[in-house]
Structures are given as C-alpha cells and as structure tokens.
C-alpha cells in the first residue's frame, strides 16, 4: 500500500463521479451514494440532491454537518491495483454566487442515476440542494489485491 500525493487524489477525484457519502445521525452511521463534481481550482466537491418531504438526508445535514466522502477506483489496465480517496469535513451549502461554477463541476464528471425521481415524490415536489465538500482533509491510497485478475479462481 502507498499513499497517493495531492496530483494523483486530484486525478481520481476527477476520473470518479461517484462516491459514498457518509453522515451520522446520533450514534447511527447513514451512508448512500452520491454524485459529485471536482472543482480543481477550488478543490470543492459539489454535490446536489433532491429531497421530498421531510428528507432524511436534509435532517441529518442539519443537525450534524460533519461528513466522510469515499470515493474509490479499481485500475482499468492493472484490474489487482485499487485507488481510495476519503475525505472528511462539513458538508456546506454553495453561496448563490458559485452555483454556476459548482453547476459546470457536476457537468463534467458527475455520475447521475438515470432515474433521478425521489422515491415516488413527484418531481415538482422535490427539493433539490446544492453542497460542497473542501477537499483540503483527504487522504489517498494505492493497493493491490495480489491476486491478479478479478475473475481469476481463488486459491484452494
């Protein structure tokens, strides 16, 4: 295993649309997957959801904002190499003036489910938000499986 430097979490950041957002509710953990862009210039993930009534996520952003994003990539050339980013912090509504921006972000690397309705809610009624993420506590790392290829038989 190795640690990843600043260039190479920036990469996978942005070869990566999708992560695993994790908050805490009390002593619950809740975890789900979330879209994201990479703002490389600000090093800010937004993330925008939508939320019917009386959301879950919604509530627990606001009672604890403190966050751990996951995000992680299997190598597309070397299938035994794995690549993870986790990055903590407090998930923040983006200010008016840098929708536009956080907006081209999600744009370009994004991963959106082709369904974006939420759980029956017609659409008029969802509530879509816009957060980020600073990516300034993030940490990085490279491993491998050792085993080679993933479908290769497992040892007896």
Not at 13 to 20: A, S
Not at 24 to 38: L, N, R, T
Not at 60 to 70: A, F, H, K, M, Q
Not at 139 to 153: K, W
Request: proline share 5%; glycine share 10%; with cysteine.
């Amino acid at each position: 295993m190795r640690g990843l430097d600043r260039d190479e979490i920036n990469n996978v950041l942005t070869r990566q649309g999708i992560g695993v957002l994790s908050m805490a509710v009390g002593e619950q953990p809740y975890a789900i997957p979330m879209s994201f862009g990479y703002d490389t210039d600000q090093a800010i993930l937004p993330m925008q959801w939508g939320s019917g009534y009386d959301g879950r996520k919604d509530a627990i952003i606001e009672s604890n904002p403190n966050v751990c994003l996951t995000v992680y990539e299997q190598d597309t050339e070397a299938e035994s190499i794995w690549r993870s980013v986790v990055i903590t912090g407090k998930l923040f509504e983006i200010p008016e003036e840098q929708e536009s921006q956080a907006y081209a972000s999600l744009a370009a690397n994004a991963t959106f489910a082709p369904d974006l309705g939420v759980w029956g809610i017609p659409f008029e009624d969802v509530e879509f938000r816009l957060f980020g993420l600073d990516t300034k506590d993030c940490t990085g790392r490279e491993f491998s499986t050792g085993h080679g290829r993933r479908d290769a038989e497992a040892p007896d």
